[in-house]
């Protein structure tokens, strides 16, 4: 039984957005995908979400929603660390997956995992003082 609840947690963006707008959404969210410069294959997505695992959130999006403030503090991440964790506090899983896409596509980085109120985010630091994520291929 507490498998099963701690499964039902788990909210993929693509599976939410088909449950709440139709197949239409579903479609529209793996166009919105290919059209992204950093398409990342399934393989990758399971390793960031695997490395994402033992993150704490190092960005906290309030009330408010997205602001100038946040973005700042999410690239400031992305670029030191390639991989970070959001907290979204919100009501509903549903919006915290609107909140992953509207800063993945602010940010320019891949939307990684949704799951509850937490969005993973990777995007491929410029940095040459860090050390990088080696993707599989």
């Not at 909210?11 to 088909?18: M, Y």
């Not at 959404?25 to 294959?41: D, F, V, Y």
């Not at 030191?80 to 602010?106: F, M, N, P, W, Y």
Request: with cysteine; aromatic share 0%; hydrophobic share 40%.
């Amino acid at each position: 039984l507490m498998r099963n609840a701690h499964e039902a947690c788990k909210i993929d963006v693509s599976e939410s957005a088909a449950r709440l707008h139709g197949r239409a959404a579903l479609a529209l969210t793996h166009e919105e995908k290919r059209a992204q410069p950093m398409a990342i294959t399934g393989k990758q997505v399971r390793q960031l979400r695997s490395m994402a695992n033992n993150l704490k959130p190092t960005v906290i999006v309030g009330k408010e929603g997205v602001t100038a403030n946040i973005l700042k503090q999410v690239n400031e991440g992305l670029e030191a660390h390639e991989l970070i964790k959001v907290s979204v506090l919100c009501e509903t899983g549903s919006q915290a997956a609107e909140a992953g896409r509207e800063i993945a596509d602010q940010a320019e980085a891949e939307l990684v995992q949704v799951i509850g109120k937490r969005v993973v985010l990777y995007r491929e630091t410029t940095r040459d003082d860090i050390e990088k994520i080696q993707l599989v291929k």
